[in-house]
Structure formats: C-alpha cells, structure tokens
C-alpha cells in the first residue's frame, strides 16, 4: 500500500476544521478535523454513536454543519443539499445502496440523468458507456440488461458504486460497502475501491470492519465520541491499536503516539 | 463480464429470443401471458355458449364498448406505476360529461370548447388530488376517495334540476363515437402503416446497436414479429370490416395506448415513473423530482378520465346523474390489474389497459348475451379481477425466488 501513498504530489480535495454539529442535547461532532486527498483512501472508523455518519452526512449535504469550516480544493465552500454535494463533485454511496428494483443496471446508473438523443432516451449510449465503465472497473456483472433485483450484494454494491462514478466526482463516500458481504463478495468490493484510488479519486470509506480497513485504507481517522481520536496512517498500525482507539481503552496514548509518528513523517 | 459473452449472447438470434421468454417465464416475469390465456379462455367459453359471441358484428360492439372505460385504465396504469391509485376517475368522467353536455348543449358553446372545458376540469381534479398528496402525504386511497364523492357532487350540481342532458345524434361528437368507421382501405393502411414504423424502428436501433458493439435483436426476430403483427392485426381489420369496420373512437383509444406506451418506456419521464413505482426514496436521492412526477401522473390520469367521459357520453348521446356512476372507476382499475399492472408499483404497460378492457367488456357481452343479467356480470368480473391479483401476487413472489422482484 504504502508505495502508492507516498505518491508525490498530494493533492489536497477536502479539508473539515473544527466542525461541529449537535441535535438538540446531543453533541454528535465536537472540534472534528478531516482531510481528503486524491488517489488516497480514508478511513472513518470509530463504535456506533461516535459520529461517522453525521459526519459523511454533512458532506452529503443531508444536514449542515452547525461550526466549522470545509475548503474543498482550497476554496471554502458551504455544502446546503444533497445537490449542492453532488455538484461540487462529492458522491456518496450510502448503505442501502438506493438502487431501484425494478430497473435494469443501466437504468440504475444513469437514473435522473438519462442521456438522450432527439428528445427520447438514448439507451444505446447509455448501454456502451455503462460497459466501459464497469471493465474499466473490472466489475463482473452478468448481464446491465436484467434487474438489478436478480444481481447478488457485491453486484449490487458494484452497480451503486459504478452509478456514482457516472457523475465524474472526485471524492466517493463509501458508507459500509461491505457490511452485507460474503467474503469473495468483499475482495471484489475492496478491489474496486483500490481501482477508485487508481483513478486519482478522493475516497472515504466508513467501515466497522477492522481487516476491510486496512487492507485497503491509506489513512484511518477514528472519532469516538464525536471527537477525533487518532488519524494513523493504514500500514503501520495494529488492529489493536485501531480498536483500543476506538473504544478509548488506552486514554488516547496511542493516538498521541501515532499522531506524532505521522507528523514527523510528514516532514 | 467480457466482450466475448456479449457477442455470444448477440450471436443467439430468435431461438435465443424464445429461450429468454421461457426463462423469465419461469422467473415469474409473466407480463401479459396470463391475461391473453385467459382471454381465449373467456372468448372460447362465450363461444361454445352462444354462437354469435365472436361475430362480427359483436366484436365491433366490444370494439365500442372498450373506448371509454379503456381510456381510463391508461390513466389508472400510470397511477398504479408510481405505487398510487386513483378511485375518482369514474366521478371525474362523470363530471366532464356533465360539463360537455351542459356547454355545448344547454349553453349553445362551440364543440371544441365544450370539449376542452370538460378535459380541462378533469387536469384540475388531477392537480387538486396531486397538490394534497404532496402537500399532506396523504395516501391517494383517501384523497381519491374523497375526489369520488367530491366529485360525484360537482356532477350533479353541474347537470342541476334536469338531470339528464341528451347531445344531438347530428352532432359531431355523437357522430364520432357511434357512426364514425374507418373505410377498409384506411384501416389496411392503418394496419400496415403501424407494422412499417414497427419494424423500420426496431431495424435502425437495432443497427444503431450492433454499430455501438451491444447486443441486438437480429434481424429474422424483428422480420418475424412484424410479420406476426402484421398477419394478427390484418385479420383482426378484415375480420371486423366485415360488418361496421374499425370505430374511429376505437382508432383513438389505441393511439392513446400507444402513445401512452411511447412516453413511458423512451423517455426520462416515463423511467422515473417506474423508479418511483420501484423505490420513492431511492429516485429522490437520484435527484429526481419526485413531487412533480406524482402531481403530473394524478393530472395525466385525470385528464385521460375526463376524455373517457366526453366519449362515454358521445356514445350514450347524453350526459346523466348515473355517467361514469356504479361500476366505471372500478372496471377501469379492474381493467388495469387484470391486464397485467402490478398493484404493488413499477411494472405494467400501457398495453395491459387494452388487454383488460377486453376482458371485462368480453364478460359483459357475453353475459348480456346470454340473457344473464348485471348480478352474474359482477360476481364473474370479481372472480376474474381476484384470479388477476393473485396471479400478480404469485408472479411477484417467484420474481423474488428467482431473485427478479
């Protein structure tokens, strides 16, 4: 991992200080800071409640941040809708996928944004782009003519992947892609995320899964709490270590710790 | 999945093309095979029974009969594709008879005013029903169930102390729902004018296709259906030119079908609807306007009862306190579902509008035949609509076996 990593120039996408977001009496983000960069993978790890889907939701631009500043390529931005989110270029898979049962995967993939020619649907384009895109992600789906209903739940996470790349983001918010997943179903999934990286792509992966995280993350962010607790980088951390800064067990030492290595890294 | 399993899967053909009708068959992907069986069923029957249920002249009638009430299963498909009903289409197409006989006949205003004030009553009866549903959330059940009796009222305010209105036998609208027949040579010409655009469409995209290195249809498959399209509909011309001919409200139903079909399956429009019918929340998130699909579906439904109503009174020759009462709005839902539009949402096409408006009005010609009156009518038209859902309900439940649903 660590090859593509060092990859020189790193391109700064997103950058969160000190955001903040509280629903009524709960704080769900306190002080929180992130950064994504292209062609790197970040984790967000951390146990329920501790803030990581409020967090990618402020990105998705579901609800706003009530503090905080998010610069995306250097320029601060304000993330109001979901629109808003997909303009700027930020595509968020969430868990459930929201595909539509019914469609086929090209119907799927470009659903409310058909191409069309003369005034109707051009399906024809539509099929042959959705092909190039799904070899150039090596993804292996039967057929893009039958439901996505009849697709197994790595297919289906390929096809909802694959349909946020159609907008040409460059940040995909992966929200537990492989929670669901057999484990050949999971490989399959983690390739593709290291095709999403090959392809210069800011990603950030919210996982529970302590393996599926390193073995695909450059950087791993824990919140606990609604606070940062440790931003490792992916190869030289234990699990352990993952986990004691997940349920706080080492009153934050290793985090210190790595953060402090990551630091002097970095110069 | 590579190129080489997509050339093999273009190299199939027609016997590849049978192979995959049985296949999704067995996925529980009926479509309108079970609609057609049991129109042959119902047709064969009423045969057997009474000689003159397939002549000519009968079917014509049917031919007749299907126009109105069929005009507004188009309405209740589209309704029944996003996952909605509408139970008002019946007091609407009552409400725009009434207005048609009361404009143009007591209020001595143009036709084609009359007429548009009729339909344009019933896109606000749709605007009214799809502005609640958005607004509120409101299921459609009850908004439509109150549009029903709403409605209904307007009716019968509208037609006032009379009560029943006659419209002129000379009047052109009379004369289009009852006199007006195509001439045989036009309705070849119809015939083979839908057949060359058929198969000329089919044959460009299917170019289109082979040129962009996708699967296609192979040319035999596209020669072999237009030529079965065109020996069915052929006959089915000669067949009823032997006594009156093709009706030009007929004639009209089925470009509304049509046309119906077109919108739903080419266009984005018609992609959302099913979205919708498939996964509201996943359609929203895919940035489509989810509140403008539903209150554009409940006008279309609407407006597309009002039309049923000025034909259904064309053809009555009268507006009265019972237009599009009783039986109208549920024979126009039966007629949807029992053609094959699922009632959980997202699958259905235009077409099962025709399919099960010559079901229900089969039965009730052929009862009326047989001199049996409207209490058998009812109780087979509800077999029938029940044997409809659950063979809806089965098709789903082995969709998902197979893992299409």
């Known amino acids: ?267 | 999945m590579s190129v080489l399993e997509q050339q093999e899967e273009q190299a199939r053909g027609f016997r590849g093309w049978l192979g995959d009708i049985v296949a999704r068959v067995s996925a529980g992907e009926l479509g309108s095979i079970p609609v057609v069986v049991g129109l042959v069923v119902i047709w064969a029957t009423f045969q057997i029974l009474n000689p003159t249920f397939l002549s000519s002249t009968n079917l014509v009638n049917l031919t007749m009969q299907c126009a109105a009430v069929g005009t507004m299963a188009i309405g209740i498909v589209l309704v029944l594709l996003i996952g909605e009903i509408d139970l008002s289409v019946g007091s609407v197409s009552g409400l725009a008879s009434a207005i048609l006989a009361v404009a143009f006949v007591q209020n001595g205003l143009p036709l084609v005013v009359a007429i548009l004030m009729a339909v344009a009553a019933g896109a606000i009866a749709g605007l009214i029903f799809g502005l609640l549903r958005t607004a509120f959330g409101v299921p459609s059940f009850v908004i439509t169930l109150a549009g029903l009796l709403g409605f209904l009222g307007v009716q019968l305010y509208v037609l006032g102390a009379r009560g029943s209105i006659n419209i002129p036998f000379e009047s052109v609208i009379v004369q289009f729902a009852q006199q007006w027949f195509l001439p045989a040579w036009a309705s070849y010409t119809v015939v083979g004018l839908a057949v060359v655009v058929y198969a000329a469409q089919n044959l460009s995209r299917a170019a289109r296709r082979t040129a962009a290195g996708l699967t296609s249809l192979s040319r035999t498959t596209i020669v072999v259906r237009s030529l079965v399209m065109l020996v069915l509909l052929t006959f089915a011309a000669w067949y009823l030119n032997l006594t009156r001919g093709v009706g030009a409200m007929f004639l009209l139903f089925l470009v509304l079908v049509v046309v119906a079909d077109y919108v739903l399956s080419r266009t984005s429009w018609g992609r959302a609807v099913h979205a919708i019918g498939g996964n509201v929340e996943a359609a929203r998130r895919a940035g489509i306007r989810v509140n403008r699909i539903y209150i554009s579906v409940f006008v279309i439904c609407s407006t597309l009862a009002a039309v049923g109503g000025v034909l259904a009174a064309a053809r009555l020759g009268a507006a009265n306190q019972s237009s599009g009462g009783t039986d109208t709005s549920l024979n126009a839902i039966a007629a949807a579902v029992i053609g094959g539009t699922s009632l959980f949402g997202g699958r259905g096409s235009a077409y099962s509008a025709v399919l099960g408006i010559l079901v229900i009005m089969s039965i009730t010609s052929g009862l009326a035949l047989l001199n049996l009156d409207s209490s058998i009518r009812y109780m087979v038209t509800g077999i029938v609509l029940v044997l409809a859902v659950i063979v809806d309900a089965l098709s789903r439940r082995s969709r998902a076996a197979a893992g299409r649903a």
Do not use: C
């Not at chain 1, 992600?137 to 390929?158: C, D, E, F, M």
């Open chain 1, 1 to 267: 991992m660590s090859p593509v990593t060092a990859a020189p120039p790193r391109e700064q996408i997103l950058s969160l200080r000190g955001i903040h977001k509280r629903f009524g009496a709960v704080r769900a983000l306190q002080d929180v800071d992130l950064d994504v960069h292209a062609g790197e993978v970040v984790a967000i790890v951390g146990d329920n409640g501790a803030g990581k889907s409020t967090l990618i939701k402020i990105l998705a631009g579901v609800h706003p941040q009530d503090a905080g500043t998010i610069t995306y390529y250097g320029t601060p931005v304000s993330i109001t809708t979901p629109t808003v989110s997909r303009d700027l270029g930020i595509a968020t898979v969430y868990q459930d996928l929201a595909l539509v049962d019914n469609l086929d995967v090209v119907g799927n993939l470009w659903l409310g944004r058909e191409l069309r020619r003369f005034g109707e649907l051009d399906d024809v384009e539509m099929e042959q782009r959705s092909w190039a895109l799904l070899r150039e992600l090596s993804a292996r789906i039967p057929s893009v003519r039958v439901p996505v209903a009849s697709l197994s739940g790595g297919q289906r996470q390929t096809v909802a992947i694959a349909r946020s790349l159609i907008g040409d983001p460059s940040v995909v918010i992966l929200d537990e892609p492989t929670a669901a997943l057999g484990v050949a179903q999971t490989a399959e999934v983690l390739n593709l995320i290291e095709r999403l990286r090959e392809r210069r792509l800011g990603v950030i992966l919210i996982s529970h899964n302590i393996a599926d995280v390193q073995a695909v993350a450059d950087r791993i962010v824990v919140l606990r709490l609604g606070r940062n607790n440790g931003d490792f980088r992916g190869a030289d951390i234990t699990s352990e270590a993952i986990i004691a800064a997940i349920t706080g067990a080492t009153d934050n030492s290793v985090s210190r710790r790595a953060a402090a290595q990551l630091e002097a890294d970095a110069r």
